[in-house]
């Protein structure tokens, strides 16, 4: 290997104390980071110590570093501990949201019956009497839904077989005007 040169020598040693002097500024905002539990990323820590990303990039030990301590759960400041996610406050919130849900449809039939059993009441307090054969009507209400429902399902069978004889028609109807023998 041959010498090089003073003044090249100078550089490649600058260059390489500029380098250590990064890799510590890196080293000090990851840990600063990871004490305040601040966001680490790589563009995160990269501003924090004043550093390009592709220095970090081109030093893979600095850049397993940082995605090692990435995947680390978060402490609160002052380093008590883990803090809490932006994934698990997500999870925390979709249950809470669900919850309330089914409160809300549980309060919507609470309120029903109530009102259903207030309804009654008043009726009999009342002495205008309501029908006494309410089970007899809700029946006749069930039946009456499900012959709704089948004729709506007749009638749905029928528009379906409409449109495949319109669409027949219209087969028949083109072969017809293709051929001209036919006609006759």
């Known amino acids: 290997m041959t010498a090089l040169d003073p ?18 500024r890196v080293q000090a905002a990851l ?18 110590a004043g550093v390009d990303r592709t220095f970090l990039y081109r030093h893979r ?3 397993g570093q940082i995605h090692a301590q ?26 809470a949201d669900a919850r ?4 809300a449809a549980q309060v919507r039939a609470l309120e029903a019956r109530l009102g259903e059993a207030l309804g009654d009441q008043v009726w009999r307090e009342a002495g205008i009497g309501g029908p006494d054969d309410i089970e007899q009507l809700r029946a006749r209400i069930t039946t009456l839904e499900q012959q709704a429902v089948d004729l709506e399902l007749k009638f749905q069978d029928q528009a379906d077989e409409l449109v495949a004889a319109r669409s027949t028609n219209r087969e028949l109807m083109a072969q017809l005007n293709r051929d001209p023998a036919r006609r006759d």
């Open 70 to 95: 990435a995947a680390e759960p978060p402490t609160t400041p002052g380093g008590r501990g883990p803090a809490v996610s932006r994934a698990s406050l997500q999870a925390d919130l979709l249950a």
């Open 31 to 48: 840990a600063a980071a990871a004490k305040d539990g601040t966001d680490i990323s790589v563009t995160a820590i990269a501003r924090r």
């Open 100 to 103: 309330i849900a089914r409160l």
């Open 7 to 24: 003044s090249v020598q100078a550089m490649v040693e600058g260059r390489r104390a500029d380098t250590g002097r990064r890799r510590q």
């Open 61 to 63: 030990d600095l850049l």
